[in-house]
């Protein structure tokens, strides 16, 4: 898929990061900018490494951190075992589809943030209720992609496995299942950021501890070195989780590449 | 020897112009030991007729039967390998060739040392580890071939398999159709276009017309077994006999689908 190889734009992306490094450095340290609305950035180094150490609003940032990574996994695992099941069932037959999607194209593009108190007020204001607004921004994705990917396997390669003797399940899961799996963990991948950016919705909602719940308690402060710090974090995780995905696109569905 | 057959089979699709004719009532058997080639352009029915055979499409005239047992479905016994190799390209070469073993629970070890068996026989022997992607679409057809071979069904359905290979290639697994034909006696049902192809392999070959899909000719040509007896393949493509038929089938086609325009219009 990717003609070009890798690294040739390496320059750009890296002239780009280092002027607004320097930008940022230049308006702070002049003083054009009170270090209230925008810290330095060295200002910002040494509160990440404050924050590793001594912590925030009663926890360390690895504790922070720690309670969002459960959440999102958490709703994360709950999804592959629900969404990527609905999902192949929904390409699978027309009648599940019909039952379902409606269902899914509901709720899908209405904000995380505008049933939430909905679902306080079902659940409560505990852990429940962030990984069930995690896990509902998460299926819809997760599910279309995989059905979708389900609808595109070649009728031939079902004909095949039906004249070599499949059964129903053995082409749904030897056949249907691994054609299907670069959609489903492109899905996964747009279904983890997703997720990802409705944690901080979640964790505004009486949390005691999480990164959202972290800058949120520091913007209220007005201490926006942590808010930049945590925000700088939230980034960061978010692209390790990104990059850890792409390995295993490239791992499991690394055979598209001929295609 | 089961023969597999086509009595009095037909296909009529609902269409939202009123029902359309796919093809004919056909009756037709493929006996084992056979090669017969269904001939014919686009539309004239022959993948109708496959698919039947294969138990993809059920008839609705008529049946198909093997010896005396209605086919309901696909299965085993009539293995097919496609023109688009339909093989599973997260799976390497070898596990391909065992991907029908492993269906019927066989253990690792085994399938793999009877898929390295065929994919020797098929020539590719030192590919077996190679990934789908990797390969050519001659080597995809062998694949394919070593697939259908390893559930050791009584018929091959072949939908035009040498369709999309170039010139050498094709002759090239025609050689190699016609040893596995001799090695094996299996029944093969072909379909093509191409004229040579059917004539060189065709133990019986049925033209097919299109507009409704009917078979309009039978032939039973001898090339393949000269092939087999030893004579040389290219004395017997340039044989008198040969290009006579290759000429009076031409003509047929040609025939066939000015009448089949006559009906149209």
């Known amino acids: ?259 | 020897m089961a023969v597999l057959s086509a009595k009095g089979a037909g296909v009529v699709y609902r269409s939202a112009r009123g029902p359309v004719e796919a093809l004919s009532p056909v009756t037709l058997d493929v006996g084992q030991g056979e090669i017969v080639i269904a001939l014919g352009a686009s539309g004239c029915g022959k993948s109708t007729l496959l698919n039947m055979f294969a138990g993809f499409v059920a008839p609705t005239s008529g049946q198909i039967v093997v010896d005396d047992r209605p086919v309901t479905g696909p299965g085993p016994d009539r293995a097919v390998v496609f023109q688009d190799d339909a093989l599973m390209p997260w799976l390497s070469a070898l596990e391909n060739v065992a991907f029908g073993l492993r269906l019927r629970g066989m253990g690792k070890a085994e399938r793999l040392e009877r898929a390295r068996a065929l994919l020797d026989e098929v020539g590719l022997g030192a590919f077996g580890g190679h990934r789908i992607s990797e390969m050519s679409g001659g080597m995809r057809q062998r694949v394919g071939l070593a697939r259908a071979l390893a559930v050791k069904p009584d018929f091959l359905l072949m939908d035009e398999p040498l369709g999309a290979l170039d010139e050498l290639n094709r002759e090239r697994m025609q050689v190699l159709l016609l040893q596995v034909w001799q090695a094996t006696g299996k029944g093969i049902f072909l379909i093509t276009h191409s004229i040579e192809e059917a004539l060189f392999l065709a133990t019986e070959l049925v033209l097919l017309s299109p507009r409704p899909g009917r078979i309009v000719r039978r032939y039973h040509p001898g090339f393949a077994r000269r092939f087999l007896a030893g004579e040389p393949i290219r004395s017997v493509r340039s044989d008198p006999d040969f290009l006579a038929m290759r000429e009076e089938l031409t003509l047929a086609i040609l025939a066939s689908e000015e009448e089949a325009e006559a009906h149209g219009q």
């Open chain 1, 1 to 259: 898929m990717d003609s070009e190889p890798r690294g040739s734009h390496a320059g750009s992306s890296a002239l780009m990061l280092g002027s607004l490094l320097a930008l940022w450095w230049a308006v702070t340290a002049s003083g054009l900018i009170s270090p209230l609305f925008l810290p330095g950035p060295g200002q910002i180094l040494g509160r990440v490494v404050d924050l590793a150490r001594h912590g925030f609003v009663g926890a360390s940032l690895w504790q922070h951190a720690a309670a969002s990574l459960a959440r999102v996994g958490l709703a994360m695992l709950f999804a592959v075992i629900t969404a990527i099941p609905a999902g192949m069932a929904m390409g699978l037959f027309p009648r599940v589809n019909a039952a379902l999607d409606p269902l899914i194209e509901f709720y899908r593009p209405v904000p995380p943030l505008a049933y939430l108190p909905l679902i306080v007020i079902w659940f409560g204001i505990g852990e429940v209720t962030k990984v069930i607004l995690i896990y509902m921004a998460i299926f819809a994705p997760l599910a279309i992609a995989t059905a979708s990917g389900v609808r595109r396997v070649d009728p031939d390669r079902i004909r095949a496995a039906r004249s070599l003797g499949a059964s129903r399940d053995q082409i749904a899961w030897l056949v249907v299942f691994p054609s299907a799996l670069p959609d489903i963990l492109t899905g996964l991948r747009i279904a983890l950021g997703v997720g990802w950016s409705t944690l901080v919705a979640a964790e505004l909602v009486a949390a005691t501890r999480g990164l959202g719940f972290m800058v949120q308690s520091a913007s209220q402060m007005l201490v926006t070195d942590v808010v930049v710090a945590g925000i700088l974090v939230i980034a960061f995780i978010a692209l390790a989780l990104e990059l850890l995905l792409r390995r295993i696109e490239r791992r499991f569905a690394g055979w598209t590449a001929g295609r």
